[in-house]
């Protein structure tokens, strides 16, 4: 069975910056993609990377701001977030998938836990 685990989230001021872990198990390599949850809100979509980091996808209010990078060596891959503001906080998830880029969390098959990020303005 496949498993991810995230690592990395925690509370930061406005303008700050987190950078997320996410570790797959195993060696079989999948497009990633990094959702997340607000309280009260539906999920959605961040960005995604494809296997050979030849493709990355955003949510629009993060582009530029976030930068999704993979390790295939070590099977890791993580979002770099900059610039937080209070509007990111939620809670991140790590997913992984067998298909190609895929911004509709309907198209990975495997999740982490999740990891909490805050930001306080």
């Known amino acids: 069975q496949v498993q991810l685990v995230e690592s990395g989230g925690g509370l930061v001021q406005a303008g700050g910056s987190l950078r997320l872990s996410c570790a797959v198990s195993g060696h079989t390599l999948y497009t990633m993609g990094w959702f997340r949850q607000a309280p009260g809100r539906e999920r959605e979509f961040v960005g995604t990377i494809s296997r050979d980091s030849s493709a990355r996808l955003y949510k629009n209010s993060v582009k530029g701001r976030f930068t999704i990078s993979r390790d295939n060596t070590n099977n890791t891959v993580a979002l770099q977030m900059d610039n937080l503001q209070p509007e990111d906080t939620a809670i991140y998830y790590c997913?992984?998938?067998?298909?190609?880029?895929?911004?509709?969390?309907?198209?990975?098959?495997?999740w982490g836990q999740g990891t909490h990020v805050t930001v306080s303005s």
């Open positions: 997913a992984a998938g067998r298909g190609g880029t895929e911004i509709y969390w309907t198209g990975y098959e495997y």
